[in-house]
């Protein structure tokens, strides 16, 4: 067996072919590298009975030979490898005498879990790709029997003889060093996420490990009494570079009765145990079977030493008898089951009323099916959505970001709420810009959002969910609108996502490039699975020659059993009958405090990020921030023609009668600014919660905080409206002859007049927050506007007395107008100017004291505050279920 000569920065080492040597910045390890871009246990060189290779174990900046990234390449005298960086990163020069000797024979199979050791690293030879039988011998598919000349799902013929085998593939050593065998069913894929025998990684002892059958991806010795500390900073044991994860995150530490513990150190987005968080700061136990998660990273305890797994994205999903019902005992899915393999691109399709969305939320922990189960690479989402959430990204139907935003703005700002507040700048643009570089939107990152096109928008909200580096990307309608260029364009971006190492679902009802797609899930009407499968093969199955022959015979014969239609067929037998063995239950979910996940930064960090985000979308509409001051002077200035300058104190009292006389004057005016106030106030708001939703709705997923984002909108809309206000007030009331004292401000009439007009336009803003919550589509806001100014005209008390009309007075009394009229009304003294009619007597809230004007002040306040507590309230209803209280 030859040797190797590895030199490196004046350093020399001869490796013995009969042992692997870890390469990586641990002291610990066999050749150590002081470099930042290195990571902790980069990659490990062996002799693998052939030649020598060099394997990348999950570095964050990769391994490179020939300039080439590389996951495991063969290595020979000459070859120049280069770690952190294909050009200046550190240089390992090969020279010896390493030459490829004859392989053994290929042992199938692989060691079981338990029996692993370190000294047990290197994998089984695989397969050798040449012992496949040969694809020739296995029968034309044109051969197979025509699906509707089945009288009876028994009578099909065996499956086998049409069972193609799983085309060889290297495996992806980086993840997992030991070989994983493609398995021929489609639902069981890598990692045994779809096969039955997979249990939840939160059971008792004797769980199987986080990743199925995986190895660890990395092996660190624990001594008693030592302290492991975990986090992104270099000063940490166990470095892991991952921008999820805090500069000191968390640490193991042994207990004086021997046990291990795991302690947060007030990380921001959470150390979890067997998927649920523990409290910020807060230690707990762990047993054998307990698994800790930090990031991408999963921990595990055997014996003295502390086993790693990265997750790299690669991973497999698989869904086990999915079934939703709804109020009524509706089901609107049903029986669902599929699974895919690691790195593949799924399609699911189906009438409108399908259940395709239903399926969306369900996969995606949004909405939780009533029964069966979702696995992430074997583990359980409803029961560590909590954890997992962090490695799944969504894109909506609609574009997830600002479209008045540039599309570096938009990414900086969504990196700043995702990512933990210890995050720099310069790291988040640095994963800006790489994100950018592999969808190809560096050169657009100047644009604004809105400039782009459809495919090209759709991209950025790629871009904006790869920036956490998710495992599995769900999208829904990606391509609805766009022209079928840019359709393909966006299902080959699609397809090379899931060829770099993820697993990508896409909802869609375009039928043109399924055959990029690994496999597709075809919904019938009612929710049930019609076909699952290879694309190629979905329209020889239902015997059509069209997806539009398929659809109307989905219409046309909606009783027909196309469930059972397809649970009768071979491609049921090899898709998806290992996961339909386990018998459905029903989700047993932790309680529902245990799985919020915790926010990625405080409330004040999200506040101050979501005020400035808000500032420069409002900064970035010239034709918004023109009519923010034109809408409010014209509403101001359209009072002035009631006879211009005249007087708004009481009129002088009558000789003949004894009473003062009323000045119409005065309550025309003030009816004309207070609606002016109400409708400035409610259109500044009424829009802005519906067009931003699938927006809230994402980043709330994300652990935004609901009541940092509602405060970002009070504070911005109300400094706009609260100026409006004034502008309205000091507009309609400095042209005319006011008290020179007020009752409560001396001297400063004019701003005691303009207060309750700015309280009015605030308490009408919040009411416009309300009706935007509450509606859902933006159409219907505009009737809803109007509605409310005009509600608002009937109960200022201007047109009617509304003191003494029993049951109209006390429905007032809810209307803000009623209060911030009452106030100015204070202030001039309405009781003399609009005399009560006899038998009335005068209205409380106009009295001339400093009592009643700051009663009536604070009435239009509170009830800005109640709107508040309603607002937070419907926000709620546009949450994942698992994020609401």
């Not at 004291?849 to 306040?861: I, Y």
């Amino acid at each position: 067996m030859p040797e190797l000569v590895l030199e490196s920065n004046g350093q020399t080492w001869t490796l013995d072919p009969s042992r692997s040597y870890n390469l990586g910045r641990d002291p610990q390890g066999d050749i150590v590298f002081d470099d930042a871009r290195v990571s902790w246990r980069h990659a490990t060189v062996r002799f693998d009975t052939r030649s020598w290779v060099i394997e990348d174990n999950g570095s964050t900046n990769g391994t490179f030979v020939q300039g080439r990234r590389v996951h495991r390449s063969d290595l020979v005298p000459g070859t120049a490898v280069h770690l952190g960086n294909a050009t200046d990163g550190p240089l390992l020069n090969l020279s010896g005498t390493a030459t490829p000797v004859a392989a053994p024979q290929a042992q199938p199979g692989r060691q079981p879990y338990a029996d692993q050791g370190a000294e047990h690293d290197a994998p089984a030879p695989y397969p050798d790709p040449e012992s496949y039988p040969d694809p020739e011998s296995y029968p034309d598919p044109e051969s197979y029997p025509d699906p509707k000349s089945y009288p009876d799902p028994k009578s099909y013929p065996d499956p086998e003889p049409y069972r193609q085998p799983a085309p060889y593939r290297q495996p992806q050593l980086h993840k997992h060093p030991a070989p994983h065998i493609p398995q021929q069913h489609g639902a069981g894929g890598a990692g045994g996420a779809g096969g039955p025998g997979n249990a939840d990684t939160d059971g008792p002892a004797g769980t199987p490990p986080p990743y199925g059958d995986r190895s660890p991806t990395t092996f660190h010795h624990i001594s008693l009494g030592r302290v492991m500390r975990i986090g992104r900073a270099l000063e940490n044991d166990l470095v892991v570079s991952d921008l999820q994860v805090s500069r000191s995150h968390a640490e193991f530490r042994s207990t004086p009765d021997g046990r291990m513990e795991i302690r947060d150190l007030g990380s921001h987005n959470g150390t979890y145990v067997n998927g649920q968080p523990i409290d910020k700061g807060g230690s707990r136990l762990l047993g054998s079977a307990d698994i800790v998660g930090v990031g991408h990273s999963t921990f595990r305890i055997v014996g003295d030493r502390l086993e790693e797994f990265v997750d790299t994205g690669e991973v497999t999903f698989s869904a086990r008898r999915l079934t939703v019902t709804v109020e009524g005992g509706k089901q609107i899915l049903k029986d669902v089951s599929f699974g895919v393999p690691e790195k593949s691109l799924i399609a699911v399709i189906g009438p409108s009323g399908s259940g395709k969305s239903t399926l969306l939320k369900a996969l995606t922990g949004y909405r939780p099916a009533n029964e069966g189960e979702v696995l992430y690479d074997g583990r359980n989402l409803y029961k560590q959505f909590a954890e997992l959430r962090q490695r799944i990204g969504l894109v909506p139907q609609d574009d997830i970001l600002h479209k008045e935003l540039t599309v570096q703005k938009a990414l900086t700002y969504a990196a700043k709420l995702r990512f933990p507040a210890d995050t720099t700048g310069e790291e988040r643009a640095a994963r800006i810009a790489e994100v950018l570089r592999e969808l190809k939107l560096d050169v657009h990152k100047d644009k604004k959002v809105t400039s782009l096109s459809g495919g090209q928008r759709k991209r950025v909200s790629v871009a904006l969910e790869l920036l956490t580096k998710p495992s599995l990307i769900f999208l829904d309608e990606p391509t609805s609108g766009l022209d079928p260029g840019m359709d393909r364009d966006v299902m080959q971006l699609l397809r090379g996502l899931a060829d770099d190492g993820r697993t990508v679902l896409v909802v869609t009802h375009s039928v043109a490039e399924l055959a990029l797609c690994d496999k597709l899930l075809v919904l019938a009407p009612g929710g049930s699975v019609a076909y699952f499968g290879p694309s190629e093969e979905a329209l020889n199955f239902f015997g059509y020659d069209t997806w539009a022959d398929v659809f109307s015979a989905f219409e046309n014969y909606r009783d027909y059993d196309w469930a059972g239609r397809w649970k009768g067929s071979q491609h049921y037998q090899m898709y998806a009958a290992d996961l339909d063995a386990v018998a459905a239950q029903s989700v047993a979910m932790p309680p529902m405090q245990a799985m919020r996940p915790p926010k990625p930064q405080g409330w004040t960090a999200q506040f101050a990020t979501l005020v400035r985000r808000y500032v420069s979308v409002i900064a970035s509409d010239k034709g918004f921030l023109a009519l923010m001051v034109i809408l409010p002077a014209v509403l101001g200035a359209v009072s002035l023609p009631i006879d211009w300058g005249t007087s708004l104190l009481p009129n002088p009292v009558d000789e003949r009668t004894g009473q003062p006389t009323p000045n119409s004057t005065a309550t025309t005016v003030l009816l004309i600014l207070a609606v002016g106030a109400c409708f400035a106030g409610a259109a500044n708001s009424v829009r802005e919660l519906i067009k931003e939703r699938v927006i809230y709705e994402r980043e709330r997923a994300t652990g935004l905080s609901r009541s940092a984002y509602l405060m970002s909108k009070v504070f911005v809309l109300g400094v706009i409206t609260v100026f409006q206000g004034l502008l309205v007030g000091v507009i309609g009331f400095s042209t005319r002859k006011i008290p020179e004292e007020g009752v409560v401000l001396g001297g400063l009439t004019l701003l005691e007049l303009s207060l309750p007009i700015m309280a009015l336009g605030f308490t009408s803003m919040m009411f416009g927050l309300i009706i935007s919550a509450l509606v859902r589509t933006a159409e219907k806001t505009m009737p809803l506007l109007v509605m409310f100014a005009i509600v608002q005209v009937v109960f200022t008390g201007c047109l009617f007395a509304l003191n003494g009309a029993v049951g109209v007075n006390q429905l007032s009394y809810l209307m803000p107008s009623r209060w911030a009229v009452a106030a100015a009304g204070a202030t001039l003294d309405f009781n003399r100017i609009s005399p009560p009619e006899a038998g009335t007597g005068a209205d409380p809230l106009w009295e001339h004291t400093a009592a009643a004007w700051s009663m009536d002040m604070a009435a239009v306040l509170a009830l800005g505050v109640i709107c508040g507590l309603f607002v937070a309230r419907f926000l709620r209803r546009h949450e994942p279920e698992v994020m609401r209280k």
